[in-house]
């Protein structure tokens, strides 16, 4: 079983950065996929962003492809997500998620990641 543990979250003015990262302990293979979500209060959980099967490939949401980068430290068992060039709308409580042999189809999907981490709340304002 996939453990997940978030931290990195904060308060930060618009157009800051931060840095949030995912502990992952537990089976974490070529087969295993890491995701980012976030969900604003009164809105929809949304994808971020997803390292596929073990890092073969990245996907990034619409909303903060060219700001978010998703990467990992397979020693440390860590994922992140650097985030730049925040704006209030990405104030959020940001999810760690995972889930094993994922296929492309199903990678912005919330509902294909078995295991989820607490959260980190991340506010962007002036």
């Known amino acids: 079983q996939v453990q997940l543990l978030e931290s990195g979250g904060g308060f930060v003015q618009p157009g800051g950065s931060l840095k949030l990262s995912c502990a992952t302990s537990g089976p974490t293979g070529s087969s295993v996929s890491v995701a980012w979500f976030r969900q604003a209060p009164g809105k929809e959980r949304e994808f971020v962003a997803a390292?596929?099967?073990?890092?073969?490939?990245?996907y990034y949401g619409d909303s903060v492809k060219g700001r978010f980068t998703i990467s990992r430290d397979r020693p440390k068992n860590a994922v992140y997500l650097q985030m730049n060039s925040l704006e209030p709308e990405d104030t959020a409580v940001y999810y760690c998620?995972?889930?094993?042999?994922?296929?492309?189809?199903?990678?912005?999907?919330?509902?294909?990641?078995?295991?989820w981490g607490r959260g980190t709340q991340v506010t962007v304002s002036s």
């Open positions: 998620a995972a889930g094993t042999s994922l296929i492309t189809s199903t990678v912005r999907l919330g509902t294909a990641y078995a295991y």
């Open positions: 390292l596929f099967r073990g890092g073969s490939a990245t």
